[in-house]
């Protein structure tokens, strides 16, 4: 009798789940443990099977998240619905999980003297699955959205708010220079524009302005030196858009453009001079995104220069601009459509 119930509550499930999809029936996982009458194993695995429902058993193993134990094996098999008997010496326990609703109900049936007979359990088993099945066809509710406010799957793919649509980027923020020893480390004012062409892959301009200039001084006088940086770069994000924090690197050619000023004492003559060098980059950056249009950057960077512009007083070689240049900054980003 306990059989024939259960196989009745599977083909009800069945019949229900191919109406709501109109597919033929599809598969159920039978689990069960040496602790299960075989008998009741072979007769559920043949009757059921003889309904059309593909039938997979699987061994019942000892867990202390029983709910998520049946959902991860009908997962694993393909099936849209478990069961799961337990017989121990305190009762028998009868396991009905339906990954379609997502539900999963128990019943603990407990041992009695004279103990419970088959019927009387075969009943309370389906009494379990009646209620799974009332859940099943009781309408549910349409998800409501708030006035004014339209379903994000429904609009246009040009009108998500998706962080890998944005395509413009502007980066604002300081930086530290060091080319040289005998100048020190200069502050600098970065901005930088740029293009995303894929998900990971954009191209950007960038411009390094001195905030003041560096001074040397020598008994000849003093000289002020500003070396500007322009320049264009390709950036690799390697992880995705939508990941919180991404590391990218960067490859960049960039020209240098290095004034100086000098300030001459008594007997000197001053002199302003302007020279040119090409200097390519690499640069190491961490992007740590704060909504879904800006984000704050940290970076890393090595150039080096070709060419070695110095300074010199009178006849005298006081200070060399490179040829290594090391740096790093922090700053905003703002993504924009």
Same mark, same amino acid.
């Given at each position: 009798?306990?059989?024939?119930?259960?196989?009745?509550?599977?083909?009800?499930?069945?019949?229900?789940?191919?109406?709501?999809?109109?597919?033929? /029936?599809?598969?159920?996982?039978?689990?069960?443990?040496?602790?299960?009458?075989?008998?009741?194993?072979?007769?559920?695995?043949?009757?059921?099977?003889?309904?059309?429902?593909?039938?997979?058993?699987?061994?019942?193993?000892?867990? @202390?998240?029983?709910?998520?134990?049946? @959902?991860?094996?009908?997962?694993?098999?393909?099936?849209?619905?478990?069961?799961?008997?337990?017989?121990?010496?305190?009762?028998?326990?009868?396991?009905?999980?339906?990954?379609?609703?997502?539900?999963?109900?128990?019943?603990?049936?407990?041992?009695?003297?004279?103990?419970?007979?088959?019927?009387?359990?075969?009943?309370?088993?389906?009494?379990?699955?009646?209620?799974?099945?009332?859940?099943?066809?009781?309408?549910?509710?349409?998800?409501?959205?708030?006035?004014?406010?339209?379903?994000?799957?429904?609009? /246009?793919?040009?009108?998500?708010?998706?962080? @890998?649509?944005?395509?413009?980027?502007?980066?604002?923020?300081?930086?530290?220079?060091?080319?040289?020893?005998?100048?020190?480390?200069?502050?600098?004012?970065?901005?930088?524009?740029?293009?995303?062409?894929?998900?990971?892959?954009? @191209?950007?301009?960038?411009?390094?302005?001195?905030?003041?200039?560096?001074?040397?001084?020598?008994?000849?006088?003093?000289?002020?030196?500003?070396?500007?940086?322009?320049?264009?770069?390709?950036?690799?994000?390697?992880?995705?858009?939508?990941?919180?924090?991404?590391?990218?690197?960067?490859?960049?050619?960039?020209?240098?453009?290095?004034?100086?000023?000098?300030?001459?004492?008594?007997?000197?003559?001053?002199?302003?001079?302007?020279?040119?060098?090409?200097? /390519?980059?690499?640069?190491?950056?961490?992007?740590?995104?704060?909504?879904?249009?800006?984000?704050?950057?940290?970076?890393?960077?090595?150039?080096?220069?070709?060419?070695?512009?110095?300074?010199?007083?009178?006849?005298?070689?006081?200070?060399?601009?490179? /040829?290594?240049?090391?740096?790093?900054?922090?700053?905003?980003?703002?993504?924009?459509?």
């Amino acid at each position: 009798m306990l059989v024939r119930c259960l196989c009745a509550c599977v083909w009800v499930i069945v019949g229900l789940e191919s109406a709501a999809y109109g597919e033929a /029936p599809g598969r159920v996982v039978l689990v069960h443990s040496e602790e299960t009458p075989s008998p009741l194993v072979q007769r559920l695995q043949v009757d059921v099977t003889n309904l059309g429902v593909e039938v997979v058993e699987a061994t019942d193993i000892e867990t @202390s998240d029983p709910i998520k134990f049946l @959902s991860d094996v009908a997962a694993h098999a393909g099936a849209f619905a478990a069961i799961r008997v337990v017989s121990t010496s305190a009762g028998t326990n009868v396991w009905v999980a339906d990954r379609a609703t997502s539900t999963t109900l128990v019943r603990t049936i407990g041992l009695t003297d004279p103990p419970i007979k088959a019927q009387i359990i075969a009943i309370q088993a389906v009494e379990l699955v009646r209620a799974s099945l009332m859940d099943l066809q009781r309408p549910r509710a349409e998800p409501t959205l708030p006035r004014g406010k339209a379903n994000p799957d429904e609009l /246009p793919s040009g009108e998500r708010q998706n962080p @890998s649509a944005r395509r413009l980027r502007v980066a604002l923020g300081p930086a530290l220079l060091l080319a040289s020893q005998e100048i020190g480390p200069s502050a600098y004012a970065q901005i930088a524009i740029g293009y995303r062409w894929t998900g990971r892959i954009a @191209s950007r301009g960038f411009l390094l302005v001195p905030v003041v200039a560096s001074t040397l001084r020598q008994n000849e006088g003093s000289a002020e030196i500003r070396a500007t940086v322009a320049g264009l770069a390709g950036d690799v994000d390697l992880l995705s858009p939508e990941d919180a924090w991404r590391p990218r690197l960067s490859a960049e050619l960039a020209v240098v453009q290095l004034r100086t000023e000098g300030h001459a004492a008594p007997a000197y003559r001053g002199q302003k001079d302007t020279v040119y060098v090409a200097m /390519p980059i690499a640069r190491a950056a961490l992007v740590g995104r704060l909504t879904s249009w800006m984000g704050l950057t940290a970076d890393l960077l090595g150039g080096l220069c070709l060419g070695r512009p110095y300074v010199t007083f009178g006849e005298r070689r006081v200070a060399t601009w490179g /040829p290594l240049v090391a740096g790093a900054g922090i700053g905003v980003q703002f993504e924009i459509d």
